[in-house]
C-alpha cells in the first residue's frame, strides 16, 4: 500500500475543531503581540520626546536642522509602527499554520478512529491501518487499532468454526430442529462475512 502523503488540501480533518483551536491561537497572539508592541511603542515615543525636548534647549542649531530632526525621528517612528505591524501579522500567520498542522496530526487518528467506530455501529468490523509517522495519541491509537484486530481476528475464527460446523451438519441432517438451527447458522455466517468484508 502506498504511503499516505499530507498535503494542503487535506490538512484540515476536522475544520470546525482545527479552525476554533486556530482562532482561540490568533486571538491570544494578536492580543499577545498588541501589548508587545504597545509597550515597545510607548518606549519609542518617550524616546522621541527626549529627542524633541533636547532639541529645543540645543542653541548650536537653527530651526530648519531642528525641523528636519524631528521630521526623519517621526518618520522612523512611523516606519517602526509598520514594521511591527508586519512582523507580528506574519508571526500569527505562521502561529497558525503550527496550529492548522499540529492539530491535524490530533485531528487526523481521532477522524480514523471515529469513522471505525461508526463501521461497527454500522455492524461491520474494518481493517484500521496503522499510525501515519508524525501522528499525535499513538498509543491511544494503537490500542484502539489492538482491539479492532482482536474482534476482527475473532469473528474470521467463529466465521470458520461456523463454516465447519455447517458443513458436518449439512452432511448430516437428522430432523426440524438441526434444520432450524442450521438457518440460523447460515443467517450468522452472512453477517459475519458482512461484517468482514
Same mark, same amino acid.
Given at each position: &500500500?502506498?504511503? /499516505?502523503?499530507? %498535503?494542503?488540501?487535506? *490538512? *484540515?480533518? %476536522? ?16 492580543? *499577545?503581540? #498588541? ?17 524633541? /525636548?533636547? +532639541?529645543?534647549?540645543?542653541?548650536? &542649531? ?9 521630521? $526623519? ?7 517602526? +509602527? ?8 506574519? @508571526? ?18 481521532? $477522524? ?8 461497527? %455501529?454500522? @455492524? ?9 509517522? @508524525?501522528?499525535? *495519541? ?8 489492538? &482491539?479492532?484486530?482482536? +474482534? ?19 452432511? /448430516?441432517?437428522?430432523? @426440524?430442529?438441526?434444520?432450524? #438451527? ?16
Amino acid at each position: &500500500m502506498a504511503e /499516505h502523503r499530507r %498535503n494542503i488540501r487535506n *490538512l *484540515l480533518v %476536522n475544520p470546525r475543531l482545527q479552525l476554533r483551536h486556530v482562532g482561540v491561537v490568533v486571538v491570544l497572539a494578536a492580543l *499577545l503581540s #498588541a501589548l508587545l508592541g504597545w509597550l515597545i511603542w510607548q518606549q519609542r515615543l518617550d524616546a522621541s520626546r527626549a529627542i524633541a /525636548h533636547s +532639541l529645543e534647549s540645543a542653541k548650536f &542649531m537653527d530651526d530648519a536642522q531642528k525641523a528636519d530632526i524631528l521630521g $526623519h525621528v517621526a518618520g522612523s517612528d512611523v516606519e517602526l +509602527l509598520a514594521l511591527m505591524a508586519g512582523v507580528c501579522a506574519a @508571526g500569527i500567520a505562521l502561529v497558525s499554520l503550527f496550529v492548522v498542522i499540529l492539530s491535524h496530526k490530533v485531528a487526523g487518528p481521532l $477522524h480514523r478512529v471515529a469513522a471505525a467506530i461508526d463501521a461497527m %455501529n454500522e @455492524g461491520k468490523l474494518p481493517r484500521v491501518a496503522a499510525p501515519r509517522k @508524525g501522528d499525535e *495519541l499513538r498509543r491511544f491509537y494503537n490500542h484502539f487499532k489492538g &482491539m479492532s484486530d482482536t +474482534l476482527r481476528g475473532r469473528a474470521e475464527d467463529d466465521l470458520v468454526a461456523y463454516r465447519a460446523l455447517s458443513a458436518a451438519v449439512a452432511e /448430516h441432517p437428522t430432523d @426440524g430442529d438441526v434444520v432450524a #438451527a442450521m438457518t440460523a447458522l447460515g443467517e450468522l455466517e452472512t453477517e459475519l462475512e458482512k461484517a468482514l468484508a
